[in-house]
């Protein structure tokens, strides 16, 4: 068997968007607990200057960093109020939700700490592989999901890994070219 090695160790940051920075620090540092780490606003020419390197096209606009954990950060660009709609998260090349792995101990800190914010929330539900979420929005409107499993630490690739009969299973409605097929399958396991 191949062991197939990931690209990389993990997330660095996920850039999302908001209008409204203080309502967001709020929520994510307030509500859910995540500490900031890092405040700045683009250097000029950054974003409609030559220099953009993929920011939003707005100059001098905010960016933040919070710590969400794992040495992984979660980043926010403060957008002009109404100077982008808001995105429909179903549509095609969007963010439909983002899930945190959390211990069981920290997931039922969130769940209290959501409650305590008088948010609607899902769950706690068992969405397979002994993984327990809870779903809520935040006040972008961004849908977070919050996963634990029994483990103190969660091991979240280690157990959604399938074998290969399993994961074949559902690649053959998409292909049926066995060479493809073979080659999405060779690093994953014959038996758990």
């Not at 808001?86 to 769940?111: C, P, Y």
Request: proline share 7%.
């Amino acid at each position: 068997m191949k062991q197939a090695l990931p690209l990389s160790r993990g997330v660095h940051h996920l850039a999302l968007n908001t209008d409204d920075m203080k309502m967001t620090l709020d929520f994510y540092v307030g509500v859910l607990g995540m500490p900031l780490v890092h405040a700045l606003k683009v250097p000029p020419g950054l974003g409609t200057g030559p220099g953009n390197r993929g920011n939003p096209p707005f100059e001098n606009i905010r960016h933040y960093f919070l710590d969400a954990g794992g040495d992984s950060l979660l980043a926010f660009f403060e957008i002009p109020k109404d100077a982008k709609p808001k995105a429909d998260r179903d549509a095609i090349g969007t963010m439909q939700h983002v899930s945190f792995a959390v211990s069981q101990h920290r997931f039922e800190e969130v769940l209290r700490r959501v409650k305590t914010a008088n948010l609607s929330v899902l769950g706690p539900i068992n969405v397979g592989c002994d993984t327990w979420s809870i779903y809520f929005f935040d006040p972008n409107g961004i849908r977070l999901e919050f996963s634990h499993q029994k483990e103190a630490e969660p091991r979240v690739v280690e157990r959604w890994q399938q074998t290969r009969e399993e994961a074949l299973a559902e690649l053959k409605t998409l292909s049926r070219d066995n060479a493809w097929l073979e080659t999405m399958v060779a690093h994953l396991p014959e038996r758990r």
